[in-house]
């Protein structure tokens, strides 16, 4: 009888230790569940203020100044379509004018009579659909970071370098 009253004791503390395990296991599982989507929640935060913390800079090392706290936050923006169109097109020709005949946004050669812009301060010439596209996010060019906007009357006196 002793030996039957040992195996119910041995079996009531198997079951309880079974039982122990099984709840700390599910509540270790719902407690990493919790802390993995406050972490996940956190590392958007960190993300987002990181960003604005990088753009701000690089408009500070492009010379643009931060002049209210409205800039500090705001996105980096480029150029509007307006200032965009100002800047000549002209068709590409071998030999004639261009320094580089490649195109450092896309990293491909212009081709003969490819319509391409130069950029008028610092007179570095892309594809018309690759610097209208890097100039719509960034107000500068992509080689030198020299500033991209055209200036308001004197671009238009001046000729397409050949």
């Not at 009531?12 to 996940?40: G, K, P």
């Not at 307006?82 to 030999?95: A, D, Q």
């Not at 610092?122 to 100039?135: A, K, Q, R, T, Y």
Request: net charge negative; hydrophobic share 40%; with cysteine.
């Amino acid at each position: 009888m002793s030996s039957l009253n040992f195996l119910s004791h041995f079996y009531i503390l198997f079951l309880v230790v079974a039982s122990m395990a099984f709840f700390v296991t599910i509540y270790h599982c719902i407690m990493v569940s919790c802390q993995n989507r406050i972490e996940r929640h956190n590392s958007d935060q960190v993300s987002q203020s990181t960003v604005i913390r990088i753009q701000n800079f690089l408009l500070w090392r492009n010379g643009q100044e931060l002049n209210s706290a409205q800039d500090r936050g705001a996105t980096v923006l480029g150029l509007e379509n307006s200032k965009i169109e100002l800047i000549p097109r002209h068709k590409f020709e071998k030999g004639k004018g261009i320094l580089d005949a490649e195109c450092a946004v896309c990293l491909s050669e212009f081709a003969e009579d490819e319509e391409i812009r130069t950029l008028p301060e610092c007179l570095h010439s892309f594809h018309v659909e690759c610097i209208d596209m890097w100039l719509h996010s960034h107000p500068n060019c992509p080689t030198c970071r020299a500033n991209a906007s055209p200036p308001s009357s004197s671009l238009l006196l001046h000729p397409c370098p050949k």
